[in-house]
């Protein structure tokens, strides 16, 4: 059980950290999209738990890994948006939400972006990856 605890702890951990590096990078991007040359990225606190929560990934991923990657992808995607609109109307009603899609298309209640979906996709495929248990090669 404590090993158990210990390896969802980790996995927390680097699930928040590979989402804040991610979202540095990829508002770093939109800098260079509108020709910001000093390539700011940035992100919030709050995001870390909010990424954290893709820990969730790794006992979903033992139960769907023989579907195919682009049902699993769909999957996470989904999953990943409901995380992200459950916690930003939490946030919002805080006062507190780092995000707000208000003037976006294609968004809902101003805290999710739909056009988002292939970068969730590919998200919470790469966090199956990050959380797929390592196995040690032969000797």
Avoid at 21 to 32: G, K, Y
């Amino acid at each position: 059980m404590k090993n158990i605890l210990k390896n969802t702890f980790y996995d927390f951990l680097k699930c928040g950290i590979t989402g804040w590096c991610i979202e540095i990078l990829f508002t770093a991007l939109q800098a260079l999209k509108n020709h910001d040359m000093t390539l700011t990225g940035q992100t919030s606190v709050w995001m870390f738990p909010i990424y954290g929560c893709a820990f969730l990934i790794a006992p979903l991923s033992r139960c769907i890994n023989k579907h195919s990657f682009l049902l699993r992808g769909i999957i996470y995607m989904l999953m990943i948006f409901l995380v992200e609109f459950l916690s930003g109307l939490l946030l919002t009603r805080l006062q507190v939400c780092p995000w707000d899609y208000s003037g976006c298309r294609f968004n809902i209640a101003s805290v999710i972006r739909l056009d988002y979906a292939p970068y969730w996709f590919a998200t919470g495929l790469l966090f199956e990856f990050l959380l797929r248990p390592k196995t040690l090669p032969n000797k």
